[in-house]
């Protein structure tokens, strides 16, 4: 019997991620009492009238299924509670890591069209573009001068992306996190969702608000953290799910693409199937997506699955995710099919996140002194 007797809570995700959010590996008893740093449980206890999210991605490919269990399952939770919500695509910052951004004006165009399609309802949320927003990028200016180079440098996400880019650190690299506190300052977001590898901006973003406030009155205010908990979920490699490994399954493929790519997920020697996430990562990864996919826990799959093998497991995965995808999909290739859907969004999200970026902007020259 394929019993690996690994009877441990799964602290794995929940079936339904966005839903009943649990405290997940991702959220340490250190967090547990940090006025800002919530968890989406209690963010839906409160008031959706007293936040405001302001969250974002980097256009760097189109979304995955990564995403939709993650971040957009979030979004659609907060837009679904009530809480109005920014999403930037921050074009500007694609280049931190990279020379080149390829067709930017097309990866925008997926991005938004993954989101859309995903659930976002542009009635409710805006979907801006961060160089159609000028404001935002006029901010940076004097929060810079707030912070010391030696504070930027000190910065562990920037660490950690610098070595990943395997280049020099640009200044652009290293000024980041003062961008992202522009971004979030800008339209006033007072809950940022993001992964914990954000949290040192998001400190940084709360820092910045406390030496405006010191310097030049209380203007802004701090931004808690809102921490996903999202499952990790692998690529088709092994490593994490990435839009430029890849290794992605994308939203917008198609049910072959889909098949294609799990078929090719990389499994191990292991002849049952167990869900053992440490030491079975690639199998564990096929079975949180089909429990994701079909709203189960992996740790059931894998008790229906254990003697099927890996081919019947990649089956099982193949039409689960085909099946939970189908609506999005048809609904994205719906939207695709009108050319202006998107220009639209990004044209009323454009003024809608300039209208307060603007005032925000005019807000802290004021206060500086460097307007009448
Ligand atoms: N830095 C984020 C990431 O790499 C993307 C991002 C840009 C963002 N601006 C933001 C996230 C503002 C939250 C708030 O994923």
Do not use: C, W
Not at 39 to 58: F, H, I, N
Not at 71 to 86: C, K, N, Y
Not at 178 to 197: F, K
Request: charged share 25%.
């Amino acid at each position: 019997m394929p019993t690996t007797a690994r009877s441990a809570p799964s602290a794995g995700p929940s079936p339904a991620p966005g839903a009943g959010v649990r405290r997940g590996p991702d959220h340490t008893p250190r967090d547990h009492d940090r006025p800002d740093v919530l968890t989406l449980e209690e963010v839906l206890a409160r008031d959706p009238g007293d936040v405001r999210v302001l969250t974002g991605d980097r256009p760097t490919g189109p979304l995955h299924v990564g995403h939709l269990f993650g971040t957009l399952a979030m979004r659609v939770a907060l837009q679904r509670h009530g809480v109005e919500t920014f999403v930037v695509v921050a074009d500007y910052q694609v280049v931190t890591d990279r020379d080149d951004a390829g067709d930017l004006p097309a990866t925008v165009r997926e991005v938004v069209l993954d989101q859309l399609a995903a659930g976002l309802d542009p009635e409710t949320t805006t979907v801006f573009v961060h160089s159609d927003v000028p404001a935002v990028h006029q901010l940076m200016l004097p929060f810079l001068s707030l912070v010391s180079v030696a504070e930027l440098d000190r910065n562990p996400t920037v660490k950690a992306e610098l070595a990943a880019s395997g280049r020099g650190l640009s200044a652009l690299l290293l000024t980041y996190p003062v961008h992202q506190a522009a971004d979030i300052l800008s339209v006033r977001g007072t809950l940022v969702p993001v992964g914990r590898d954000q949290l040192p901006h998001l400190e940084l973003t709360r820092t910045i608000v406390r030496r405006f406030d010191r310097r030049y009155g209380p203007v802004l205010t701090e931004p808690s953290a809102l921490l996903s908990q999202a499952p990790l979920v692998l690529g088709t490699d092994g490593a994490k799910m990435s839009k430029s490994r890849g290794n992605a399954i994308e939203l917008r493929a198609d049910a072959d693409a889909t098949a294609a790519a799990v078929r090719g997920a990389r499994t191990d020697a292991g002849r049952t199937i167990t869900y053992d996430p440490a030491g079975r990562p690639e199998v564990s990864n096929l079975l949180l997506l089909g429990a994701l996919a079909s709203g189960r826990t992996p740790q059931a799959l894998a008790d229906e699955m254990a003697d099927g093998g890996a081919a019947a497991l990649k089956a099982y995965v193949t039409d689960a995710l085909v099946a939970h995808l189908a609506p999005l999909r048809a609904r994205r290739a719906e939207l695709a099919r009108d050319p202006f859907v998107v220009r639209d969004v990004l044209t009323r999200g454009a003024a809608r996140a300039a209208q307060e970026a603007d005032a925000t902007l005019a807000d802290v020259r004021r206060a500086m002194r460097q307007t009448s």
